[in-house]
């Protein structure tokens, strides 16, 4: 762990305020209707020993500036939160409950327990993160631990980024782990003609005038979501007040290598098919629910097509505002005049969902593609991510978290995607089997989380269990999905390796 501990010591000299105030994006998340906090599930093939990762935590985590803090009102500054670095005791971070390693249902209570600590919130007065060591063996791990870190303390990327830096490949220890980036396609060096110039003025014309119509739709769709527009009052929407109850999690593993198959087929990315599985999914949970409340109303199931027609069904999705795209490696992140900075800057997108029945699988992809591809010509994600920021400054916190609880509430659910590992790595020599990271203090009862590792991607849920009682039919539901919208994939490519034999005929 020797570069870990030196980036991290580097990192905590170039800083010039040894006591930061938090940033809006981070006094955003400590107010009244936004406390949210992050849990990140890890499965092990070994049992956790406690003393090893105490040690470990003690050469990275204890030397990064924001997780030796705590915050603090500044009574010279009016009250203003800064970050005040303590020193930190091992014992009230690492958490090891007594428990039965023989057990006979591991699996209930490790959801058990990760629910209850939802119910509590983290001592404000003790830097923001803790670490829960269960030592018991699950369907799919011999043992557990369970992160739980306040989301003020940074954004998805940053705190994956920094995961993935106490983590070693494990098939060699001294190497950190490599995650994909996004490649740069390279320019051709030959001048390019008179009409060659022509069409690219005009394609770039038209480019930036569809920019800008696009960023202008979606801010005046945004604000009225703030003001008047809500989703349909759906059994998966959650009611006011929805950010206060107890969440549960769960996850299922689906392969990777599914995932990009269709992608491949498709020409598109991999979000593109996490999203459009995600519909594809949604819609076949829907539409049996609404055929169970269909059986209490008439007294008989119906069946076939139960949703409801037009059906405004909306997700928000976190959008990475970093220069690389995907999850990047602490050294980039934290390394001098590093174009990444720590802290929370991801913006908030407001996706329609197609919620419908629809003949071809592979519309549903079809339709996400056409979907984000719109949403990534938008400053959208930009304008969310500034205009909170700017609330924060103007009306305080509190102001800004109930704008944004107001966006949040007339929409219906929360979906992040992130990218892994690219090989098997440790946990400070403990092997670990997956990683399901979940948000949870938002007023949605359902939040979905596609996260790819090796050749694995973890669906994960956070979710309210008195709206959505059977997670395990949704996960059904989304594997279903993955598993037609692959074989629509397969057939499509053998009815064209066919047409191509009989054209050769």
């Given amino acids: 762990m020797e570069n870990t501990s030196s980036l991290l010591l580097n990192f905590e000299a170039e800083m010039e305020d040894q006591q930061p105030s938090l940033s809006p994006a981070a006094r955003l998340f400590h107010s009244p209707k936004f406390s949210c906090y992050i849990v990140i599930r890890m499965g092990c093939s070994i049992r956790i020993n406690p003393e090893v990762i105490s040690a470990g935590l003690k050469e990275t985590l204890y030397k990064h500036p924001r997780f030796s803090s705590k915050m603090v009102k500044d009574r010279k500054l009016c009250g203003k939160k800064r970050w005040i670095q303590v020193p930190i005791n091992m014992e009230d971070h690492v958490i090891v409950p007594n428990m039965d390693s023989d057990m006979e249902d591991a699996d209930q209570f490790v959801r058990d327990y990760i629910s209850h600590l939802t119910k509590s919130p983290l001592d404000l007065s003790k830097p923001l993160w803790e670490v829960h060591i269960l030592n018991v063996k699950t369907s799919d791990a011999e043992a557990v631990a369970v992160i739980r870190i306040h989301h003020s303390m940074g954004d998805g990327a940053s705190l994956m980024s920094l995961l993935l830096a106490c983590t070693r490949k494990t098939s060699d220890p001294d190497a950190l782990p490599s995650v994909p980036t996004k490649r740069k396609h390279e320019g051709s060096s030959s001048l390019p003609s008179e009409s060659?110039?022509?069409?690219?003025?005009?394609?770039?014309?038209?480019?930036?005038?569809?920019?800008?119509?696009?960023?202008?739709?979606?801010?005046?769709?945004?604000?009225?979501?703030?003001?008047?527009?809500?989703?349909?009052?759906?059994?998966?929407?959650?009611?006011?007040?929805?950010?206060?109850?107890?969440?549960?999690?769960?996850?299922?593993?689906?392969?990777?290598?599914?995932?990009?198959?269709?992608?491949?087929?498709?020409?598109?990315?991999?979000?593109?098919?996490?999203?459009?599985?995600?519909?594809?999914?949604?819609?076949?949970?829907?539409?049996?629910?609404?055929?169970?409340?269909?059986?209490?109303?008439?007294?008989?199931?119906?069946?076939?097509?139960?949703?409801?027609?037009?059906?405004?069904?909306?997700?928000?999705?976190?959008?990475?505002?970093?220069?690389?795209?995907?999850?990047?490696?602490?050294?980039?992140?934290?390394?001098?005049?590093?174009?990444?900075?720590?802290?929370?800057?991801?913006?908030?997108?407001?996706?329609?969902?197609?919620?419908?029945?629809?003949?071809?699988?592979?519309?549903?992809?079809?339709?996400?593609?056409?979907?984000?591809?719109?949403?990534?010509?938008?400053?959208?994600?930009?304008?969310?991510?500034?205009?909170a920021n700017l609330l924060t400054k103007l009306i305080g916190a509190k102001g800004a978290g109930a704008v944004a609880h107001r966006v949040l509430c007339n929409s219906t659910l929360a979906f992040t995607n992130l990218i892994g590992p690219l090989e098997e790595i440790s946990y400070y020599g403990h092997p670990i089997t997956y990683i399901a990271p979940n948000v949870y203090g938002h007023p949605h009862a359902l939040h979905m989380h596609f996260q790819s590792y090796v050749d694995k991607m973890t669906i994960s849920l956070a979710f309210d269990p008195d709206l959505i009682p059977d997670p395990e039919k949704l996960l059904d539901d989304l594997e279903e999905s993955l598993k037609l919208i692959r074989d629509a994939v397969v057939e499509k490519e053998l009815n064209i390796a066919k047409e191509g034999r009989s054209s050769c005929v």
């Avoid at 949970?285 to 409801?308: S, V």
């Avoid at 999850?327 to 969902?353: C, H």
């Avoid at 629809?358 to 400053?379: E, I, W």
């Fill in 196 to 387: 060659s110039v022509f069409w690219w003025l005009l394609l770039a014309i038209w480019s930036a005038v569809t920019l800008i119509g696009n960023t202008l739709v979606d801010i005046v769709l945004f604000v009225a979501t703030i003001l008047v527009l809500k989703d349909t009052k759906t059994p998966i929407k959650g009611p006011p007040g929805v950010e206060l109850t107890a969440k549960r999690f769960l996850h299922r593993t689906v392969s990777l290598d599914h995932i990009k198959q269709v992608k491949n087929a498709m020409n598109m990315t991999i979000n593109d098919v996490v999203l459009g599985v995600t519909q594809a999914g949604l819609s076949r949970y829907l539409n049996c629910r609404y055929a169970g409340e269909n059986e209490k109303d008439e007294g008989a199931k119906k069946k076939g097509h139960n949703l409801p027609k037009s059906i405004r069904l909306r997700a928000n999705i976190l959008v990475n505002l970093r220069p690389a795209v995907g999850i990047q490696e602490l050294a980039d992140m934290m390394a001098k005049k590093s174009k990444t900075k720590w802290g929370n800057r991801i913006g908030y997108v407001l996706v329609p969902f197609t919620i419908a029945l629809q003949d071809d699988p592979l519309d549903y992809v079809r339709g996400a593609k056409l979907l984000m591809d719109r949403k990534k010509h938008s400053f959208e994600a930009f304008c969310t991510y500034l205009s």
